[in-house]
């Protein structure tokens, strides 16, 4: 008789787990709380258009990447999904001034040179970590619980020649390196173009992989990545429960044995796996019963430790954007105010991608304004104290102004559709603090393998 594995959470992680459940002979059912599939990478519509929650690039996704085999056997993406690849990576806008960061890093370089030439020595090093940055991939072969001494040694022979730029630059805040530049706008946007929190290493890697071709933009979308995932894991015969969410794992004898679910129904399996976020899990759904130092550790320090947070506002736009930059980044005369002074918004438009559901002559576009921890508390006491749909309605039409007022040709061509903070990904996701992913990796902060496997709980997995 087969075992059964339940999985709580339906997006990539739960999904990845579900897939190779099966594939290794166990039968598995997806507790998903929505009424749809994806988790964070997620999209939707609004006024007939379609809006995308989540992929602004993917990782690994040449066939010669430690990650191109994980995609492929989760039906993620094949040697024949298509992909759009930028080549204007960032319009950096200063108003009086402004450059472009192109994906080709000898364009880039020249670009940089000719934009400020007092800091050419600079800009070649930056370039040149860049180029080394291609070639360095996280370990995906297999996960941290299985590994022994040879596998570790392993990663760490073929990261021999990197090693030293990986440890050097993940100690280096973005802020810190932008010192570095004499050139103030050139030192703002290294200072920025992460968030200042951010080790420098994350922004090497991210760069990297795009001038590589390694990261591209799944035409499609978030969805259709989900649905090939979705129609894999159905295919091999796997099962999802819908507006099923979790109340808590049942624990007997130390041994996972089912999910409660909110409506008071019980499922249970042989093996329990936790593909909600980590926090939600550890303090909600296990109801603080199985502290992970190493995780209570960066709950309680925010500072080396923070969260990503966003704070959008989408807009239908009557035109043709194929000709304007994809992603805008433009630095304000006057800032906009939340729980800071944000000087910079970023401008991002759906052209590029025919596929992506929209009315004939129009075009999709998301102003956003990236936060941390303290934008969720800001945007948590206005829903507590204040009139939350006035608000996000105000910054919607604030950052509109912002747009008209670099693209004036498109006065009364510009409608607002949607507006998403911190707290939309925190109902829809469980997420802590409404961020969209992991802590970010600060320069103070050490990094972590962390195993799924929690001492003292049996037939019980932490995934995501």
Not at 447 to 455: A, E, P, R, T, Y
Request: proline share 3%.
């Amino acid at each position: 008789m087969k075992k059964t594995v339940i999985i709580i959470g339906g997006g990539i992680s739960g999904l990845t787990s579900g897939i190779y459940a099966k594939l290794n002979g166990y039968d598995a059912v997806i507790l998903e709380k929505n009424h749809v599939l994806g988790g964070a990478c997620i999209g939707w519509e609004r006024k007939g258009c379609y809006i995308d929650g989540c992929i602004h690039w993917m990782a690994g996704i040449k066939e010669t990447s430690n990650f191109f085999g994980l995609w492929n056997d989760v039906g993620a993406i094949s040697k024949d999904s298509p992909f759009f690849f930028q080549n204007d990576f960032h319009t950096i806008d200063f108003g009086d001034k402004k450059f472009t960061v192109w994906a080709d890093t000898d364009k880039l370089e020249k670009e940089l040179i000719d934009f400020a030439p007092e800091d050419e020595r600079q800009i070649k090093k930056f370039c040149k970590l860049v180029k080394r940055f291609r070639k360095i991939e996280g370990p995906v072969h297999k996960p941290v619980d299985l590994m022994n001494l040879f596998d570790l040694l392993k990663i760490a022979f073929t990261m021999l020649g990197d090693y030293y730029y990986v440890a050097k630059t993940s100690k280096l805040s973005c802020a810190d390196y932008a010192k570095k530049f004499k050139n103030p706008y050139l030192s703002k946007w290294l200072a920025d173009a992460m968030s200042a929190d951010y080790n420098f290493m994350s922004f090497l890697y991210m760069l990297g992989h795009v001038s590589n071709r390694n990261g591209g933009i799944p035409i499609g979308g978030s969805v259709e990545i989900i649905r090939r995932m979705q129609e894999k894991f159905l295919s091999l015969g796997g099962e999802v429960k819908y507006l099923s969410e979790a109340q808590k794992i049942n624990v007997y004898s130390g041994v996972a044995t089912g999910v409660t679910l909110k409506n008071g129904e019980i499922i249970n399996g042989d093996y329990i796996v936790s593909s909600t976020p980590v926090e939600h899990c550890l303090k909600t759904l296990l109801e603080g019963k199985y502290p992970l130092k190493s995780i209570d550790l960066r709950l309680k320090d925010e500072k080396t430790y923070p969260t990503y947070t966003y704070t959008t506002a989408v807009f239908k736009v009557q035109a043709d954007l194929s000709s304007a930059p994809l992603s805008h980044v433009v630095y304000l005369n006057k800032p906009i105010t939340l729980e800071k002074d944000y000087n910079s918004v970023s401008f991002r438009n759906y052209s590029y991608d025919k596929t992506l559901k929209a009315p004939e002559g129009y075009t999709v576009v998301q102003a956003t304004l990236s936060g941390n921890d303290k934008t969720y508390y800001w945007w948590k006491n206005v829903k507590e104290t204040g009139d939350y749909k006035a608000e996000k309605q105000k910054i919607a039409e604030q950052l509109l102004s912002v747009y008209i007022e670099k693209y004036p040709d498109l006065l009364g061509k510009v409608e607002i559709i949607d507006v998403i903070s911190p707290l939309t990904y925190e109902r829809y996701l469980n997420t802590r603090h409404g961020s969209f992913q992991g802590f970010v990796h600060t320069a103070e902060g050490k990094s972590l393998m962390q195993k799924g496997v929690i001492k003292g709980l049996k037939n019980f997995i932490l995934s995501g």
